[in-house]
């Protein structure tokens, strides 16, 4: 009896550390800790970042090539070679200042977009996790329909196509838990990947709020006009134009790393310029693509709203007739699993809307290439 109670007492603390595991939920703020100290992009432009400040604070004091540039106004040759050389450390020193910049944002939009892209897998998980446990109460449901179809098509109640319909979505109801958990798995695989690390953990769901893009007082040219003076590449083109422009205007090009004359490398000024005006016009697509998509995601939510309202008043008017012996409890569970079918789908677009809308409010995350 002893040695009994005692395999008991081993059974159950064995099993204390297996509970509060489960119980230690992975949380989102968590999850981003992580994913920003694992991730090697990230690690690559802090240290970019820190060799160009490296750079400005051990280098050649900017005031003082500009005071040599000014005492160099004599025309003798010394004087002009000094001019030249002020220029091009001032040259020099605007490309670092641009670096810095460039890398600066670069680092927050991409951290940004581990931010919303972290975001989306946990909605992803939740809403996936929930799904299941709808599809296993489709299925038990199934099964009592198919139980009671099974006596109505053995005493003629139905034909064998409605029985035989009745076995092939209870088939469907299976193929598609299989594919939720396949599609479940696959994102804890990508919540991995985003951490840089191997999660063993259940996530804690997030909550969100569901608000429309008109109230958000955002104008797509507003948008537009954030994503281009925010976004890294951008700036990045705009600071190479400026300083290809400055070396054509002071005659300071390499002519080991061009062959052309001074008028045809102006030119590729003016091509870098298309170039840029094609990536606005990139950006500006990207950002009305993504406002169309909010609507209409906006669109099938009030839809399904309206659906579920609709249903829910049959399923009251049900309940009724169920007391009253005029409809089964069956049917009335069959309704209710429409309605709470229909509350995933919301849940899905939902969630589809609130990350949308944050690239929206974000819009620079649209352009984002890397550096």
């Not at 999850?31 to 970019?48: D, G, I, P, T, Y």
């Not at 892209?117 to 599809?135: D, H, R, S």
């Not at 507003?222 to 890294?232: H, K, L, N, V």
């Amino acid at each position: 009896m002893k040695s009994r109670l005692t395999a008991i007492v081993l059974s159950i603390a064995m099993l204390i550390p297996s509970f509060s595991y489960a119980q230690n939920k992975l949380t989102y703020e968590d999850a981003f800790k992580k994913a920003v100290q694992n991730n090697l992009q990230l690690e690559k432009v802090q240290k970019n970042l820190d060799k160009v400040d490296e750079t400005l604070t051990t280098g050649t004091n900017k005031d003082e090539q500009m005071q040599n540039f000014n005492q160099s106004g004599q025309a003798s040759e010394q004087g002009m070679e000094n001019a030249i050389a002020s220029i091009n450390s001032s040259l020099q020193y605007q490309n670092l200042i641009d670096d810095e910049k460039a890398l600066k944002m670069s680092y927050e939009a991409q951290r940004d977009a581990i931010s919303v892209g972290l975001k989306n897998i946990f909605l992803k998980i939740e809403y996936l996790e929930k799904n299941a446990v709808l599809i296993e109460e489709k299925i038990a449901n199934m099964g009592k329909n198919i139980s009671i179809n099974t006596i109505k098509y053995k005493y003629g109640m139905i034909s064998k196509l409605d029985f035989e319909n009745s076995q092939l979505e209870l088939d469907k109801l299976k193929n598609s838990q299989k594919e939720n958990t396949l599609q479940l798995e696959s994102a804890y695989k990508d919540l991995s990947n985003i951490v840089g690390s191997k999660v063993n953990q259940k996530v804690e769901y997030i909550k969100i709020e569901y608000k429309t893009l008109s109230s958000l007082g955002i104008s797509k040219e507003s948008a537009i006009g954030t994503a281009i003076s925010q976004a890294p590449a951008i700036f990045r083109q705009n600071a190479n134009i400026r300083a290809l422009e400055e070396r054509i205007k002071y005659d300071l090009l390499d002519k080991s790393q061009t062959s052309l004359p001074r008028e045809e490398t102006s030119t590729s000024v003016g091509i870098q310029d298309v170039n840029l005006r094609i990536n606005k016009q990139s950006i500006e697509n990207a950002v009305i693509e993504t406002a169309n998509t909010i609507e209409n995601l906006e669109l099938n939510i009030n839809n399904i709203n309206n659906q579920i309202e609709n249903l829910q008043r049959q399923s009251k008017n049900m309940a009724q007739l169920v007391k009253l012996g005029m409809k089964t409890n069956i049917e009335l569970e069959n309704l209710n699993l429409q309605i709470e079918d229909l509350k995933m789908q919301r849940r899905n677009l939902v969630n589809n809307h609130n990350i949308s809308l944050e690239r929206y409010t974000k819009p620079y995350l649209l352009s984002l290439t890397g550096e």
